[in-house]
């Protein structure tokens, strides 16, 4: 046996062999790299650039159909890669309602959907609390707590995510400029009308716009202390214009008087100097701002910008620091929203009923659209992933996800938030319909409840409404 010829033979294998391995290993490099770019084979076995979709939904486990399409496999809380274009989305799952959107697959791109609710055909209602009583009621951002308010100084607070319903009385008679109380009577009485009501987002806190005869004033509620309440225009002095809750704690805001931008310092009792003048509208993330101002009469604080003195312009600045940066001028008093969604922070800017969005940074137009009435109010959603804007019963969304702006609107201008992606009213019969963010995959869910008072979805357990004089619960889970 020729041991040399053997070993060379021997050689040449373990030099193929290395070389086919590191072959796969670049093959497999490549066509991973191919995948994660959204390239794929189709049916026909031909290469086509694809992107990606990910699906939640609550309940979890609902079956997902595709362009009519479905398999055992396809459920939510899952991704799939589909071909980029148009494709139509359907979830079903037994003994609920069933949901549907199209939407528009961009190659290499992920496309998230992680707000689909089902309900529940046959649900169990109970009525919990009478509220007979009660000219009105709020309820939190998370929907966790109700404060009933009626014409006296003794309101009740309720714990919206507990089995056991009960009313907490709290005393506001010291806290209101528009609250009384006379020496005969049980309870004072509460005389003003209530403009508006925010909450911060953990639930501590209810910010209060109140009409007193000639006079508006602000009362930051602490309903978990309400001893720590505080009164903001009898403790400052001011006639606040606006006002915002800028931190979970509530302990500091963001207010405007005679178009002065301030900041309150709510637990030093304390004012800051002038931010910013004349300003008609401003929003914040985390320490940044911004607003919407008109350009002082004399002088131009705006090295950024040159533009004629009265004139509208958008700007921004962070807290702790005076820099004012001037982004862009505006054609007239513009509302204004900053969000983060995924890595970007973006700036939108409603100018009348233009509607335009920035990246914060370079400040580059991603997104320019026009909408086909004036909206007076912007609300950013959940994760910066929409902004809402309206005027009346009409809506437009910004939708962050999609790129677009869909128009729609409700039966009734009373609307709210039933939970973080869906919007609640009520129809001309009085029944509670449900739609989402968007307007689509619109619900009836109940009849004949109350217009005037809110409706929301507690802990994905329950939803509340009010109908003839009682706080109604359903459970959406079964029982």
């Known amino acids: 046996m020729d041991i040399e010829k053997l070993q060379r033979r021997q050689s040449l294998k373990v030099i193929a062999s290395e070389a086919i391995m590191v072959l796969t290993v670049i093959i497999t490099v490549i066509i991973l790299g191919f995948v994660v770019s959204g390239y794929w084979l189709n049916s026909n076995f031909e290469v086509e650039r694809q992107g990606m979709l990910q699906i939640y939904s609550t309940p979890t486990g609902a079956s997902v159909e595709i362009d009519g399409e479905t398999s055992w496999l396809q459920r939510t809380n899952t991704s799939k890669v589909l071909a980029s274009g148009e494709h139509t989305v359907t979830l079903t799952k037994d003994g609920y309602d069933s949901w549907s959107k199209t939407i528009n697959i961009s190659e290499g791109l992920l496309y998230r959907i992680h707000y689909p609710r089902l309900f529940l055909k046959e649900r169990s209602t109970e009525k919990v609390l009478n ?50 109380v006379t020496e005969d009577a049980e309870n004072g009485t509460f005389e003003g009308e209530i403009l508006n009501i925010d909450w911060d987002r953990d639930g501590a806190h209810a910010l209060f716009k109140v009409k007193y005869r000639d ?195 409700v039966e009734n201008a009373n609307f709210g938030w039933l939970d973080n992606y869906m919007i609640y009213a009520t129809n001309d019969d009085n029944s509670l319909v449900a739609y989402d963010y968007d307007g689509l995959n619109r619900r009836v869910l109940a009849p004949n409840v109350s217009s005037r008072f809110p409706a929301g979805i507690t802990n994905n357990k329950w939803l509340y409404y009010f109908a003839d004089g009682n706080l109604v619960r359903e459970w959406l889970i079964p029982r």
């Not at 009960?166 to 009384?180: G, L, P, R, Y």
């Not at 009469?297 to 004629?308: H, R, V």
């Not at 509302?335 to 100018?351: E, G, M, P």
Request: glycine letters at 6%; a negative charge; hydrophobic letters at 40%.
């Open 215 to 409: 006079n508006i004033e602000w009362v930051l509620l602490d309903v978990k202390n309400i001893e720590r309440s505080v009164n903001l225009s009898k403790e400052f002095g001011w006639n606040f214009d606006d006002i915002k809750i800028l931190d979970n704690s509530s302990n500091n805001l963001l207010a405007i008087q005679n178009g002065k931008l301030c900041k309150i310092d709510v637990s030093s009792r304390s004012i800051s100097a002038i931010l910013v003048e004349n300003v008609t509208d401003f929003d914040y993330y985390n320490n940044e701002i911004v607003f919407s101002a008109q350009t002082p009469t004399e002088g131009n604080i705006l090295k950024e910008l040159t533009g004629d003195p009265g004139s509208y312009f958008i700007g921004y600045f962070k807290l702790g620091d005076e820099r004012i940066t001037g982004l862009t001028f505006v054609n007239s008093p513009a509302k204004v929203a900053i969000s983060r969604f995924y890595d970007d922070k973006l700036i939108t800017i409603l100018d009348g009923n233009a509607v335009n969005v920035y990246k914060e940074d370079g400040f580059e137009n991603i997104l320019t659209s026009e909408i086909t009435f004036i909206p007076e109010k912007l609300k950013v959603g959940t994760n910066g992933e929409f902004i809402i804007m309206y005027q009346g019963t009409n809506i437009a969304t910004l939708d962050m996800e999609a790129s677009a702006v869909r128009e729609w609107s």
């Open 131 to 180: 509220t007979t009583g009660s000219s009105i009621a709020t309820m939190s951002a998370d929907h966790e707590l109700l404060i009933l308010i009626n014409n006296t100084t003794s309101w009740s607070l309720v714990n919206l995510n507990s089995n056991d319903i009960v009313e907490k009385k709290i005393d506001i008679a010291k806290f209101f400029q528009s609250a009384s």
